[in-house]
């Protein structure tokens, strides 16, 4: 974890937040390459459950939440951790967060914190005013249902997509970005009738584990835990949790949760006419009926499936699977990231031979920007004139190719690529460096 921290920061992928004034603990920002990788996961996302299925609609909702809707969602009651004191030193933990020190001194009794960043609407603080950060982008998605279904006329199985920030006052943050307080979520909540929902949770616990060895993780480093007891949420009919070893050990990357019709029936109207099967909270407050007509027309309140993954726990997961140090012998090493080729923050890196030579760097700029007219993602010019160490700056950040503009260049109007992974270099007619690019790129 220390090497990946170090080398985010180095590089540019990760900074603590408001360093320069002492840094806010569980909040980091995402620099130059670390905004790109970020990006280009949730882009993988958004295609895999969006763009490449018929099923599913997308959403950008707001983030300041009204109180309402996390009191029907049960977020104003529920949504605690234990938290204790060490009446040795003062601070406060998590009850099952004490640190090594903390362990076997006195602690008090625990009790309920709740998680929500509470905040004001407007310039009145009377308590009229009261709003909420969202703690997980989908009960905006739920409050949303009747005018998506209204607005696209979909019928069951459908699905509406979200990705976006939530907030998290974690008593505890740690291990970098896997558990902080200001996070990303993609999250889907797939509607389905009643009675298919077994069969839908298990085919999305299929999808995802798919996906995320899509992402590079290797399946011997995920593993299926179906939650039980306590640890089962209050709205969950069953829950199976996507674990990686992450640096710090085995945590949960996603849970795939199948909530019944909780949801929809904590936040629709008539919920006595709805036959609703979830122990929901009685609701005199929503204008909204949130169920669809079946093929009889009837009234039915669908089951929710909810594949739910940390944009965060998902960066620092390629980060880590894509990490490596090579011995390239003559105790020389290399530090490279192995990155899934759609992850990759920059895609190609335009390197001069010769910093000062106008031909070459003016070539150089030129293929680059006839390679960045495809939208494949950045592609840059790396002008340091010292081929070496562009090539040992673009394999520690993950660039799959570098193309090498020289003197054969502009006399036999050829240009070298060499491979991130193979260390391989091969010169090609430089008027083929458009269709080996678009080749390299659509393959994956
Ligand atoms: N809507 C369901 C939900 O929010 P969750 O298990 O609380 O369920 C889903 O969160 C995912 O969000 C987790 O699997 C994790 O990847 C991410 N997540 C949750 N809390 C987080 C935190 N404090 N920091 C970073 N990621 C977090």
């Not at 933990?93 to 006195?106: A, I, L, M, W, Y």
């Not at 085919?203 to 089962?232: C, I, M, Y």
């Not at 993954?309 to 699977?321: F, K, P, Q, S, T």
Request: with cysteine; hydrophobic share 35%.
């Amino acid at each position: 974890m220390d090497d990946l921290v170090a080398l985010c920061k180095r590089r540019g992928f990760i900074f603590q937040s408001n360093e320069i004034y002492g840094g806010l603990q569980g909040l980091y920002d995402y620099g130059p390459l670390g905004v790109e990788l970020k990006n280009n996961l949730k882009n993988s996302w958004w295609k895999s459950i969006v763009y490449n299925r018929d099923d599913v609609e997308g959403i950008d909702s707001s983030i300041l939440t009204h109180p309402s809707v996390l009191k029907y969602s049960g977020h104003q009651e529920t949504f605690t951790d234990p938290l204790v004191d060490c009446k040795s030193c003062g601070l406060r933990f998590r009850e099952d967060q004490v640190p090594e020190e903390c362990v076997g001194e006195e602690l008090t009794e625990p009790r309920d914190f709740n998680l929500m960043f509470e905040t004001n609407v407007g310039p009145v603080t009377d308590g009229t005013s009261t709003a909420y950060l969202r703690p997980e982008t989908a009960q905006q998605i739920y409050i949303n249902f009747k005018n998506v279904v209204d607005s696209t006329s979909r019928s069951l199985p459908f699905g509406i997509a979200q990705i976006g920030k939530s907030f998290r006052n974690e008593i505890t943050p740690r291990n970098f970005i896997f558990r902080v307080r200001e996070f990303e979520q993609m999250e889907l909540e797939f509607f389905v009738s009643p009675g298919d929902d077994d069969l839908w949770h298990k085919k999305w616990v299929e999808n995802r584990v798919q996906w995320w060895e899509d992402q590079g993780l290797p399946k011997d480093k995920l593993r299926l835990l179906t939650v039980t007891g306590s640890d089962l949420a209050h709205y969950s009919k069953s829950t199976v949790d996507i674990m990686y070893q992450f640096p710090h050990g085995e945590e949960e990357l996603e849970g795939i949760a199948n909530r019944t019709d909780y949801d929809l029936g904590s936040h629709t109207k008539n919920q006595k006419d709805l036959n609703i099967t979830a122990d929901v909270k009685e609701n005199t407050e929503s204008n909204a009926r949130l169920a669809i007509q079946n093929n009889n027309k009837e009234w039915v309140v669908p089951y929710v499936i909810e594949p739910s993954a940390g944009v965060d726990r998902g960066v620092l997961a390629v980060l880590n699977e894509a990490y490596a140090v090579e011995d390239l012998g003559d105790n020389k090493k290399r530090t490279v990231l192995k990155l899934k080729k759609h992850l990759s923050p920059i895609k190609a890196a335009v390197v001069p031979l010769k910093r000062n030579n106008e031909d070459i760097v003016q070539l150089a700029h030129s293929i680059k920007s006839s390679l960045q007219k495809y939208q494949i993602g950045r592609v840059v010019v790396e002008n340091t004139g010292n081929i070496g160490k562009s090539y040992r700056k673009h394999d520690e950040i993950g660039t799959p190719l570098c193309i090498t503009i020289d003197f054969d260049s502009l006399e036999n109007n050829t240009l070298t690529i060499r491979d991130r992974d193979t260390m391989e270099q091969k010169t090609i007619p430089l008027a083929d460096i458009q269709q080996y690019f678009l080749d390299y790129f659509t393959d994956d």
